[in-house]
């Protein structure tokens, strides 16, 4: 019966990233399934960004002031029978880090695409690491309701840049102004446009996918052009592959306008029915573990401090891989086998947080956290010891000193910047010279967000001394020799003491190799 239950309960999860360039409309889209799970009550939040009230995924106090998504949030909510955990990812590529462990934790991605624009770099990018994980990837070309590139134009880029079969689930009847709905090709009816306070409005098509008796769309030319081109990817396009979906190698095309609700619903429903339940996943050791296997299993996949200000917490995400997680239970951390209590947890309904007692495999679990998480680890129950395989991690690329204002106020300098450095979106070091504290990121704008939550949160002004682009290449403890620093390879050490070389550029490193042929630098986090 147990069992049953975990069966049945895995089945209805959903657990997907939205995917895109920014200002494709992500945030829109969200708000709007939001909006069908009951979660928020009222649509157009993000047009209200410049008015002063926000979007419910956009937590935090720079995402208000820049307008921008900086962080994953984790979104749940019922629709459908169905359990359904969207997990947000930032668009701006300063964040993809952060963006690229979320992917990790997802069973499939929505990838929204403006119609004006097409593929753009960061969709592309994003893309790419869908692709590597194989998992489907479902697209939704966004705002119809504007003038945008030809529908044709939109599928064949798709498909040649970024090496994805596409099929076309609808197709849009005009564009912009002349927008009349679109010819649902999978549901086999017409959606007729309508603006989003109105309901939705159906006409039935015949076996030969034509409007059945009178309508006046029948008199638009439109509507001939679209029978036409319908007919033509009929004939010249793929099938409809569900093994090819499930396996990320075609992707569902829907078209809609998510400002307007327009065809979003009917993404959803599609969406629902064929995106997949929680995926089974591998561990270091190549064992595979399975969704309903009755040992509770997770790995933490993002840690975040202060998601709100009142509560002055850390929160650790952890994706539940396998069995079921009660409140109270005991777990192990795989990271120095030690035993913990799973006392204080969370979920998310965006800023709202429950307590949360009871999930199974494919749900994100929030845990309050004292400082024993770091992203990547793994928890389990069981006797059998579990590590997941390792998630994607990135050099730091650009480089700041970093030092308190005002010296008087030490103390809630280091706190700020222990808890933010484990969060890792920025790596800390410390000169072995100087003792001087450098951080070093992917880009450039996730030491302005430290820098903002410094202040914000700590009460801590720090002042930070741009160092520019360098490479860091670590080193073997016995090999080192502190005399092989020069300014041109400043030697500093991690969190983990472990000494490496920030090198001015790739000049610098080869005359240092050059000189010191028998040492080994490695490119590591
Ligand atoms: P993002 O999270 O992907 O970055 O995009 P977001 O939803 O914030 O949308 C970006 C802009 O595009 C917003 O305009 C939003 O209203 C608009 N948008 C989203 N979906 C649609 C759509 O279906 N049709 C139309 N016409 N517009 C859409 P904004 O609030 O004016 O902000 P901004 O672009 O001035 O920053």
Redesign the pocket.
């Known amino acids: 019966m147990e069992k049953e239950k975990l069966i049945d309960a895995v089945d209805k999860r959903k657990t997907f990233a939205i995917i895109?360039?920014?200002?494709?409309?992500?945030?829109?889209?969200?708000?709007q399934l939001l909006l069908f799970g009951g979660v928020v009550r009222k649509a157009g939040t993000?047009?209200a960004?410049?008015s002063g009230s926000f979007?419910k995924s956009d937590w935090m106090e720079i995402e208000k002031k820049r307008?921008?998504?900086v962080t994953s949030s984790v979104m749940q909510f019922d629709y459908a029978g169905k359990r359904i955990n969207i997990l947000d990812t930032p668009?701006h590529e300063d964040f993809s880090e952060d963006t690229y462990r979320t992917l990790m934790a997802v069973d499939s991605a929505v990838m929204?695409i403006?119609s004006a624009k097409g593929i753009e770099p960061q969709t592309k990018k994003l893309f790419q690491v869908c692709k590597m994980r194989g998992i489907p990837i479902f697209t939704f070309i966004?705002?119809?309701?504007?003038d945008g590139r030809e529908p044709l134009d939109l599928v064949t880029e798709l498909e040649d840049v970024l090496g994805i079969q596409a099929y076309p689930m609808n197709w849009p009847i005009g564009m912009g102004k002349g927008l009349k709905g679109i010819y649902d090709i999978f549901n086999k009816r017409i959606e007729l446009y309508r603006r989003e306070d109105k309901a939705e409005s159906f006409v039935k098509l015949d076996g030969n996918g034509e409007i059945i008796g009178k309508h006046p769309l029948k008199e638009e030319s439109i509507y001939q052009q679209v029978l036409g081109e319908v007919e033509l990817l009929k004939d010249a396009g793929n099938n409809f592959d569900t093994k090819k979906i499930s396996s990320g190698k075609q992707t569902p095309v829907f078209f809609?306008?998510?400002?307007?609700n327009?065809g979003v619903k009917t993404f959803l429903d599609a969406y629902l029915q064929f995106a997949p339940s929680p995926n089974e996943h591998r561990t270091e050791t190549n064992d595979i573990v399975k969704p309903v296997d009755d040992v509770f299993s997770g790995f933490v996949f993002k840690i975040q401090a202060n998601m709100n200000p009142n509560h002055r917490d850390r929160i650790a995400f952890v994706r539940i891989c396998s069995g079921k997680f009660e409140r109270g239970m005991d777990v192990m951390l795989a990271r120095g086998s030690k035993k913990m209590r799973l006392s204080n947890s969370t979920q998310f309904m965006a800023d709202t947080r429950e307590t949360l007692d009871y999930a199974v495999a494919g749900d994100i679990i929030g845990l309050y956290d004292t400082g024993n998480f770091q992203i990547g680890d793994t928890i389990y129950s069981g006797k059998k010891a579990i590590q997941f395989e390792k998630l994607p991690q990135f050099t730091p690329e650009i480089f700041v000193k970093v030092t308190a204002k005002n010296v008087m106020k030490q103390k809630s300098f280091h706190k700020g910047i222990d808890q933010l450095v484990q969060e890792g979106a920025i790596q800390l070091y410390k000169s072995y010279s100087t003792g001087d504290y450098v951080l070093g990121a992917v880009g450039q704008l996730q030491f302005e967000v430290f820098q903002f939550r410094m202040l914000n949160e700590y009460h801590s002004e720090v002042v930070m001394t741009p160092m520019g682009k360098k490479i860091a290449r670590w080193i073997e403890p016995d090999q080192l020799d502190e005399k092989m620093s020069t300014s041109r390879n400043l030697l500093v050490k991690d969190r983990q003491g472990q000494p490496l070389f920030l090198f001015e550029n790739e000049f610098s490193e080869r005359w240092f190799q050059d000189k010191y042929p028998d040492v080994k630098l490695t490119a590591k986090l």
Do not use: Y
């Open positions: 895109s360039h920014p200002d494709a409309g992500k945030t829109t889209i969200t708000e993000v047009k960004k410049k979007a307008g921008i998504s668009g929204v403006d966004n705002k119809m309701d504007r809609g306008s998510a400002l307007t327009f």
